[in-house]
């Protein structure tokens, strides 16, 4: 067990130094997060919508969509390169090496996450009040489901002829479960409502990340021998 540890932890500092090193990921995702709120800002007609009816919805579209320039860029070094292969025949377990890059992932784009949610709360005027602490978490619980599926499909997408552009059409249909609870949960705190309103919708989004924890961590097996 050790060992198997000793290998996630290896995969997830092999990614985040990489990305220290470059930024490419992480600059592009904060970049696109401050740009689209910058956009809605301006797009909305205060007059006849108020920001804070709206914002759950625009904060999770710019999460996901930020998330994808980032996430669909996971096996881009390695394919390269050919790293990957190096990886993938080494000793390290399948399921390692999966759960290793999506923590990575998550490490990248809960920052993005925070960086969404304060962009936001900035140019929205949003009252968050007692709440932040539980909008960390459901953004937390929401960046950890995308990233799961995100880097799955990832993989999938890198091996084929259409690459990133695919990424999109396979992960977007499986992520509807995770907006409608995620954006529900997040309006409701906004609107500074008690906590345990939206306590299923938390438990369920929780369910949600684990399951595409599982999920990935079994079938990446199956996608990286194809």
């Known amino acids: 067990m050790s060992t198997y540890f000793r290998q996630l932890g290896a995969i997830v500092a092999k990614d985040l130094l990489l ?3 470059s930024r490419d990921r992480i600059s592009s995702m904060g970049a696109f997060a401050v740009l689209a709120a910058v956009l809605f800002h301006f797009s909305l007609d205060t007059s006849t919508t108020r920001p804070q009816d709206v914002a759950a919805g625009l904060i999770w579209m710019t999460l996901i969509f930020g ?6 860029r996971t096996f881009h070094i390695e394919s390269q390169d050919g790293a990957m292969q190096g990886i993938l025949t080494s000793p390290a377990h399948k399921d390692a090496v999966f759960l290793g890059k ?13 960086l969404v ?23 937390g619980l929401g960046s950890l489901g ?20 695919l990424l999109p059409i396979l992960v977007f249909p499986l992520l509807v479960p995770m907006v409608v609870y995620g954006a ?9 409502r008690p906590f345990s ?3 299923g919708n938390v438990k369920l989004l929780g369910a ?13 097996r199956y996608v990286v021998e194809e």
């Open 19 to 21: 990305e220290l090193r």
């Open 67 to 72: 998330g994808l320039l980032g996430v669909g």
């Open 102 to 114: 999506t923590l990575a992932n998550f490490a990248l784009l809960f920052v993005v996450s925070l």
């Open 117 to 139: 949610l304060g962009v936001f709360t900035l140019f929205f005027r949003l009252e968050l009040g007692a709440n932040v602490g539980w909008l960390v978490l459901v953004l």
């Open 146 to 165: 995308f990233v799961a599926l995100g880097t799955l499909f990832a993989a999938v997408s890198s091996g084929t002829s259409m690459g990133e552009t």
């Open 184 to 192: 529900g949960t997040t309006g409701r705190l906004i609107a500074a």
């Open 197 to 199: 309103e939206v306590e």
């Open 208 to 220: 949600f990340a684990l399951a595409a924890l599982a999920a990935g961590a079994v079938l990446f």
